[in-house]
Nanobody, 121 residues
Framework: QVQLVESGGGSVQAGGSLRLSCVAS????????MGWFRQAPGKEREFVAA????????YISDSVKGRFAIVRDNAKNTVFLQMTSLKVEDTAVYYC??????????????WGQGTQVTVSS
């Protein structure tokens, strides 16, 4: 079993920055992709960013491109989502996900519990 624990969420004013972290533990695959998704109230879960094991492939949603960056530290089994120039519409619960395959779809095998990000005007 794999556990994913997110942290770093909180409240920030528009234009501010936050860095989310997600630590994977347990019986992870020998190599795995990690992704970030978000879900705002009343909306479907939305892809944000994903990164391959080697970080050689990165997917970023058009809605956050140029503002968010995804990086990983395999030695620490951790993936980060660096969020800058935050907008009110970025408000959502952010979820970390893990799978063998890098993808933009939400059918990742493992999920974290989510961390709330609230951006105020």
């Amino acid at each position: 079993q794999v556990q994913l624990v997110e942290s770093g969420g909180g409240s920030v004013q528009a234009g501010g920055s936050l860095r989310l972290s997600c630590v994977a533990s347990g019986r992870t695959f020998s190599s795995y992709a990690m992704g970030w998704f978000r879900q705002a109230p009343g909306k479907e879960r939305e892809f944000v960013a994903a990164i391959s094991w080697s970080a050689g492939s990165i997917y970023i949603s058009d809605s956050v491109k140029g503002r968010f960056a995804i990086v990983r530290d395999n030695a620490k089994n951790t993936v980060f989502l660096q969020m800058t120039s935050l907008k009110v519409e970025d408000t959502a619960v952010y979820y970390c996900a893990l799978d063998r395959v890098l993808k933009r779809t939400s059918d990742y095998v493992y999920w974290g519990q989510g961390t709330q990000v609230t951006v105020s005007s």
